[in-house]
T-cell receptor, first 110, second 119 residues
Framework: GEDVEQSLFLSVREGDSSVINCTYTDSSSTYLYWYKQEPGAGLQLLTYIFSNMDMKQDQRLTVLLNKKDKHLSLRIADTQTGDSAIYFCAFTSGTYKYIFGTGTRLKVLA | GAVVSQHPSRVICKSGTSVKIECRSLDFQATTMFWYRQFPKKSLMLMATSNEGSKATYEQGVEKDKFLINHASLTLSTLTVTSAHPEDSSFYIC???????????????FGEGSWLTVV
């Protein structure tokens, strides 16, 4: 089956940039997403990228996709304490069956 | 934007009883809904895909008789955990796909999740 790996933890200082990485094995992925989950809450869609794109920027968020290396990253500029959460990458190949990464717990230090 | 609501957000039940979790699409019709389970500090695992008016499709390893899914209308799917045991305690999240052709454009929307604690 598909395998999606993320680092479990990331700690950054407030105001610094955060980079959350995700590697995957399924080359048929067509839509790639980043979700944010705050404690005890559901998932909030942050941004997404189509597989034919290399980069997408949305305010403080930058998504980079390296299809050759099957690597997806999310960069959060000027990280704030409110960004502390778990971040999941997710993929679908158009069937609406989402495959989620293991999640990265981001902790922002004041 | 489109909203998916789950109820209850938290529920505690006694071992051996059944508990029902509802997932509603509030402002769009959802032909397909998905149920996920999240273990502590783990990712989300798809349990089943629920299509309106037909039987749910369960993922491998998910007990159909234990996790009953009903999708009786285009705005409501329910997950019933039958004869609950403490190991069923988890965070359950639903998501819904809108009906093709609606303005929200075939996007998936997630509910807020439901915490189930079996004591």
């Amino acid at each position: 089956g598909e395998d999606v790996e993320q680092s479990l933890f990331l700690s950054v200082r407030e105001g610094d940039s955060s980079v959350i990485n995700c590697t995957y094995t399924d080359s048929s992925s067509t839509y790639l997403y980043w979700y944010k989950q705050e404690p005890g809450a559901g998932l909030q869609l942050l941004t997404y990228i189509f597989s034919n794109m290399d980069m997408k920027q949305d305010q403080r968020l930058t998504v980079l996709l390296n299809k050759k290396d099957k690597h997806l990253s999310l960069r959060i500029a000027d990280t704030q304490t409110g960004d502390s959460a778990i971040y999941f990458c997710a993929f679908t190949s158009g069937t609406y069956k989402y495959i989620f990464g293991t999640g990265t717990r981001l902790k922002v230090l004041a | 934007g489109a909203v998916v609501s789950q109820h209850p957000s938290r529920v505690i039940c006694k071992s051996g009883t059944s508990v029902k979790i509802e997932c509603r699409s509030l402002d769009f019709q959802a032909t397909t809904m998905f149920w996920y389970r999240q273990f502590p500090k783990k990712s989300l695992m798809l349990m089943a895909t629920s299509n309106e008016g037909s039987k749910a499709t369960y993922e491998q390893g998910v007990e159909k008789d234990k996790f009953l899914i009903n999708h009786a209308s285009l705005t409501l799917s329910t997950l019933t955990v039958t004869s609950a045991h403490p190991e069923d305690s988890s965070f359950y999240i639903c998501s819904a796909r809108d009906h093709p052709g609606q303005s929200s454009g075939n996007t998936i929307y997630f509910g807020e999740g439901s915490w189930l604690t079996v004591v």
